[in-house]
């Protein structure tokens, strides 16, 4: 069945409750209350239950050390103690947020594609969930990178008789009881599970990919994080793939960090060139026999379902200025290169309501 609306907004994490809340503030209607005339929109969510990727995180991630929370728009993060996992705060705190704004979030709802209706750049875009379409004025993209582990290409991994897994299907340090280890990615994930794994393994191994940068926190201030997010701005601006910001201003001494330092674990090595049954081979020849293998190697935008579209640059990302496509301005990316910190995700959706809402106004004023 085809629904006619005015947005749709894909995927119910920080950003797109963000834009939920805000397009509430300015009057529209979630779809399935809506009356004849209301502005109206709907959410559609991919996952079972409310929390975005927050449900999917490892029990050791725990509120004292998480990086990165900050609170939805209208609604504070309720106390919680540091040692409770993020993974069972967070999720009933974003399900309590849909529910006082009712934001009526259809889940589970998988969007399969978003194409054109027609020619015509005014006109609609066409979201399919393979169940029901919607005909909308405007599409929020809001899939965050959860759900799109990223693996580099390294020559021989078929091959490896050990366990291969990526941070996304990480569940506990027990798995490594015993193990010799090679942790590969010097991102926030890979030293919190280099720290954490160390206790319980033989050995820890860590390669990355260039050797880490690191930053007391006083290196860390305002101008830093401007400067770093005005480079990942100016990449998504060009339609190259998005860069982290840590990519950029480099890995803070966390005390995650600090302890895996006092473990004598925090010893970057070149990447590895090869793989091989055994374990890995070093640049410098050597064949390091390991066990397991940690991809701590980040994650790419879960944007496939835009495909259709046809916006995806050489340079392998989508042209976004001011979080909008430059390419089909019916189109919001929020949560996407520089908003992909929790209170950047605030602000896009915040903004690209703002953006929708003024348009809408125009168009009226001259109609």
Same mark, same amino acid.
């Given at each position: ?23 509430q ?21 991919g ?25 939805l728009?209208g ?21 309590a ?8 979030v ?54 490896y ?35 954490? %794994? ?30 770093? %997010? ?44 090869? %793989? ?92």
């Amino acid at each position: 069945m085809e629904n006619a609306v005015d947005v749709v907004v894909i995927g119910a994490g920080q950003a797109g409750l963000s834009a939920g809340y805000h397009l509430q503030r300015r009057g529209f209607v979630p779809l399935t209350r809506a009356a004849t005339g209301d502005n109206t929109f709907v959410m559609l969510d991919g996952d079972v239950a409310p929390g975005g990727a927050w449900q999917h995180r490892w029990a050791s991630l725990k509120m004292g050390t998480v990086n990165g929370i900050h609170e939805l728009p209208g609604m504070p993060v309720p106390p919680a103690d540091p040692v409770l996992a993020a993974r069972d705060v967070l999720p009933p705190y974003f399900a309590a947020y849909e529910e006082q704004f009712q934001l009526d979030v259809q889940r589970p709802v998988t969007v399969v594609s978003v194409t054109r209706e027609d020619d015509n750049p005014h006109g609609r875009l066409i979201v399919d969930t393979g169940a029901d379409t919607y005909a909308a004025r405007y599409v929020i993209n809001a899939t965050g990178t959860w759900n799109q582990p990223y693996l580099p290409f390294i020559p021989g991994a078929p091959t490896y008789a050990g366990r291969q897994l990526h941070v996304h299907d990480y569940v506990s340090r027990d798995e490594f009881v015993g193990k010799r280890v090679a942790i590969v990615g010097a991102g926030v994930s890979g030293v919190q599970l280099l720290d954490e %794994i160390a206790d319980v393994a033989v050995e820890t191994l860590w390669f990355t990919r260039a050797e880490p940068v690191w930053l007391d926190e006083s290196a860390f201030d305002t101008a830093t994080r401007v400067a770093a %997010i005005a480079g990942v701005e100016e990449r998504v601006r060009q339609g190259r793939a998005p860069g982290s910001v840590v990519s950029v201003t480099g890995m803070l001494w966390s005390p995650l960090a600090r302890s895996a330092e006092r473990k004598g674990v925090l010893n970057a090595r070149p990447m590895f060139t090869a %793989i091989e049954p055994p374990g890995v081979r070093t640049r410098d020849g050597v064949l390091e026999p390991v066990d397991v293998i940690l991809w701590a190697t980040g994650f790419r935008p879960a944007i496939a379902h835009l495909a259709p579209l046809k916006l995806r640059t050489p340079e392998g990302g989508i042209r976004v200025e001011n979080g909008r496509s430059t390419d089909d301005p019916r189109l919001f990316l929020i949560g996407y290169g520089p908003s992909q910190s929790t209170v950047g995700a605030n602000r896009a959706g915040r903004d690209a309501v703002r953006t929708i809402v003024a348009e809408a106004a125009s168009v009226g004023a001259t109609a």
